[in-house]
Nanobody, 126 residues
């Protein structure tokens, strides 16, 4: 049994930065792939950034290099550094994990993930 808890969300003006954290406990270990997803009101859940159990990272094309995903050596903490935030980045952000070595085409697919956090809200204003 694994548990994921996100934190670091909040309100920020457009152009600002924010760093989200996801702390994993329980069964999470080095053989897990992890990712960040987001969901805005009226929108489907969208894959933002993922890191495979082998270290491979994948980002949504729409980010234009503004976000960076990382994790600690023990792989029990996942971060999402968000820079140059835009209003359209406003959403509930979730971290997710699965005991699979996902590839580039599946890292951002929500159906692959088994463990999910409760989310942290990011609100970007003008």
């Amino acid at each position: 049994q694994a548990q994921l808890v996100e934190s670091g969300g909040g309100s920020v003006q457009a152009g600002g930065s924010l760093r989200l954290s996801c702390v994993a406990s329980g069964d999470i270990s080095s053989d897990y792939s992890m990712a960040w997803f987001r969901q805005a009101p009226g929108k489907e859940r969208e894959g933002v950034a993922g890191i495979s159990s082998d270290g491979t990272t994948t980002y949504a094309n729409s980010l234009e290099g503004r976000f960076t995903i990382s994790q600690d050596s023990a792989k029990n903490t996942l971060w999402l550094q968000m820079n140059s935030l835009k209003i359209e980045d406003s959403a509930m952000y979730y971290c997710a994990a699965v005991q699979l070595r996902l590839g580039e085409l599946t890292l951002l697919g929500s159906a692959w993930y088994y463990y999910w956090g409760q989310g942290t809200q990011v609100t970007v204003s003008s």
